[in-house]
């Protein structure tokens, strides 16, 4: 019963965050969107940087609100996750195990991408709605 239960659950919530998504199946290693959890004011989320030079996910779908983006060094390789508009800042560089941080404030929709300055090519976005 309980495990109903729980792959009940687990198929709504896909459902849900497949709604935030509009194009693109989630698939991709490394390219699948996930979507923030908990209510505009107090969203959480958690990015996770590997060896393969990737941000998983790279695709972060938020409400306008506040998020707290946790980014996690999951490999062996130093990285970070740096916003390109500087009021949103970045974390450290993070080595392998570590995590850190962001609380962000996002006014208005709209496509706030982030990158490792580590690492050429390795980039995300937060995308607001
Ligand atoms: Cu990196």
Redesign the pocket.
């Known amino acids: 019963m309980k495990q109903l239960t729980r792959a009940a659950l687990l198929a709504t919530a896909l459902v849900l965050s497949a709604c935030g998504g509009g194009d693109g199946d989630a698939g991709g290693s490394g390219e699948a969107a996930v979507t923030a959890t908990g209510p505009a004011d107090a969203q959480v989320v958690e990015v996770v ?1 590997n060896d393969q ?1 990737e941000f998983e996910p790279a695709t972060v779908n938020a409400k306008v609100g506040t998020l707290t983006l946790t980014h996690r060094n999951g490999g062996s ?4 996750l740096v916003f390109d508009d500087k009021s949103l800042g970045g974390t450290e560089t993070l080595t392998e195990g570590k995590e850190e941080a962001l609380t962000l404030t996002f006014k208005e929709p709209g496509t706030y991408d982030f990158v ?1 300055t ?2 050429s090519g ?1 980039d995300g976005k937060v995308v607001v709605s």
């Open positions: 940087s030079i390789i130093p990285h970070n490792c580590i690492h390795q």
